[in-house]
């Protein structure tokens, strides 16, 4: 069966750091992936989607990016993180016009 | 491009009490339209989900929802609400490409015992 590890879980980076999220699906091959962000009372905001390696699509203009060097691994990253980038993020995969499935989310917090 | 809308961003329902959270989708194409559940800290998880086959269609948890093309409609129910029931709650659209997948904004429920 198909699996999707996201982590880590919760991150606490000051202003101005790095950042770096990873997600890896498990048991498919080829899949749609998908970063959201959920801030409160915003819903889930489609950050980047993938439909392969090297593909990259980008929803919203910010200060994050995202990268597919493998088939099932998928990582948002930030140069400078800013207060603004504070928010449960998301990874979900797709393996096509079905339903996607989430990871458990990362609780990032900048200070 | 599609997109949703949902009507009322916190509902509160006694226990035992209709649950109705309504989802709107706007697309240019015939969509796929979901239903996700989330609890507090967690993932989402999927209650049901429409793929141009019956028009009502029934989930887990007790759940239902009708797809209605005449108003753009996916309305999710559920007979009686049970406390286990309160959590966020998202309607998602995806074309027929299966690539771009967008959420509405979310519906907080509450049920009160």
């Known amino acids: 069966s198909q699996t999707i590890h996201q982590w880590p879980a919760t991150l606490v980076q000051p202003v101005g750091s790095p950042l770096s999220l990873e997600c890896t699906v498990e048991?498919?091959?080829?899949?749609?992936l998908y970063w959201y962000r959920q801030a409160a009372g915003r819903g889930l905001q489609l950050l980047f989607y993938s439909v392969g390696i090297g593909q990259i699509s980008s929803e919203v203009p910010q200060n994050l990016s995202a990268s597919r060097p493998q088939d099932r691994q998928f990582i948002l990253s930030s140069k400078k993180l800013l207060l603004s980038d504070s928010g449960f993020y998301l990874c979900a995969w797709k393996g096509g016009v079905g339903e996607a499935f989430f990871g458990q989310g990362t609780r990032l917090t900048v200070v | 491009a599609q997109s949703v809308t949902q009507l009322g961003s916190h509902v509160s329902v006694s226990e035992g009490a209709l649950v109705l959270l309504r989802c709107n989708y706007s697309s240019s194409v015939p969509p796929y339209l979901f239903w996700y559940v989330q609890y507090p800290n967690q993932g989402l998880q999927l209650l049901l989900k429409?793929?141009?086959?019956?028009?009502l269609v029934k989930g887990i948890n007790g759940f239902e929802a009708e797809f209605k093309k005449s108003e753009t409609s996916f309305h999710l129910t559920k007979p009686s609400a049970h406390m286990s029931d309160a959590a966020e709650y998202f309607c998602a659209v995806s074309d027929y490409t299966g690539n771009q997948f967008y959420f509405g904004t979310g519906t907080s429920l509450t049920v009160i015992p």
């Open positions: 429409y793929t141009s086959a019956a028009t």
């Open positions: 048991g498919t091959s080829n899949p749609n």
